[in-house]
């Protein structure tokens, strides 16, 4: 079982910035590959980004491709949500989710955060 634990979200403006972190409780991290959600009110999940456990490779929705970056510190067992020019349309809780192998193609996955909230205001 790995465990997921989001923090970095808030409230800001348009344009502004958030970096969102999750540490995995998994001893082999870097075996995961790991993506991110988000969920905005009466929407389905959507994927954002992905990054491969073994090329790290990554991946984007087409709504993000440009603003946000998805990136890892096996290190530190985290993967980070680098999320730049911020718009209204980016509010919505934000879900960490890992899987053992796969790819940054993934869209599905075995272990989910809890979520963290990001509102960002016009």
């Known amino acids: 079982q790995v465990q997921l634990v989001e923090s970095g979200g808030g409230l800001v403006q348009a344009g502004d910035s958030l970096r969102l972190s999750c540490t995995a409780s998994?001893?082999?991290?870097?075996?995961?590959?790991m993506g991110w959600f988000r969920q905005a009110p009466g929407k389905e999940r959507e994927f954002v980004s992905a990054?491969?456990?073994?090329?790290?490779?990554?991946a984007y929705a087409d709504s993000v491709k440009g603003r946000f970056t998805i990136s890892r510190d096996n290190a530190k067992n985290t993967v980070y949500l680098q999320m730049n020019s911020l718009k209204p349309e980016d509010t919505a809780v934000y879900y960490c989710?890992?899987?053992?192998?796969?790819?940054?193609?993934?869209?599905?996955?075995?272990?989910w955060g809890q979520g963290t909230q990001v509102t960002v205001s016009s």
């Open positions: 989710a890992a899987r053992w192998g796969g790819s940054e193609r993934a869209r599905s996955y075995d272990f």
């Open positions: 998994a001893r082999t991290f870097s075996s995961l590959s």
């Open positions: 990054i491969s456990w073994r090329t790290g490779n990554t």
